[in-house]
Every structure is written in structure tokens, then in C-alpha cells.
């Protein structure tokens, strides 16, 4: 993964933003923040379902990416009719 995050905290930081209740599976945007010199007060998990489809994809940004995504006990959608 090429994306970069540093440029979120430079931003919010001129914004005067000290701290942040970030939603995300991603490790790098939590620490992208943190050396920004924004205070993570709370990181929380985006919940998904998964498929047929997408399970491949959620799996690879797992185990490539670190992201924090459980697909044991992400709930399965149903088929789109």
C-alpha cells in the first residue's frame, strides 16, 4: 500500500485538532496520526460483511496490510437476489 496519512494530521493539527476518535481496520492511519501529534483518544473497528466476493480482498488487506479485521467472526451476508 503506497497511501500516505500524514498529510490527515499536518491538516488537522492547523486546524487546531488535538485529539481524535478514529474509525478504521488501519494501523497506519492510527499511526500516521499519532506522529502527527494528535492524541488517538479511541481507535474503533469498521464492521463489514463479508461474501463470497470480497472475502479474498478482505483477507489480503489482513494479512498484507495488518489491518485488524477478524473474518472468523465477521458475519456473512446473505445472497443478493
Do not use: W
Not at 22 to 40: D, H, M, Q, S
Not at 57 to 65: G, V
Amino acid at each position: 500500500d503506497q497511501r500516505r496519512f500524514d498529510f490527515a494530521g499536518a491538516m488537522l493539527r492547523a486546524l487546531g485538532v488535538g485529539a481524535v476518535r478514529v474509525l478504521t481496520n488501519n494501523p497506519e492511519k492510527i499511526g500516521a496520526l499519532r506522529r502527527a501529534g494528535l492524541a488517538v483518544v479511541s481507535d474503533e473497528r469498521v464492521v463489514g460483511r463479508r461474501t463470497e466476493e470480497n472475502v479474498r480482498y478482505l483477507a489480503s488487506k489482513r494479512d498484507r496490510a495488518g489491518h485488524f479485521i477478524d473474518l472468523d467472526t465477521a458475519a456473512m451476508a446473505p445472497p443478493c437476489r
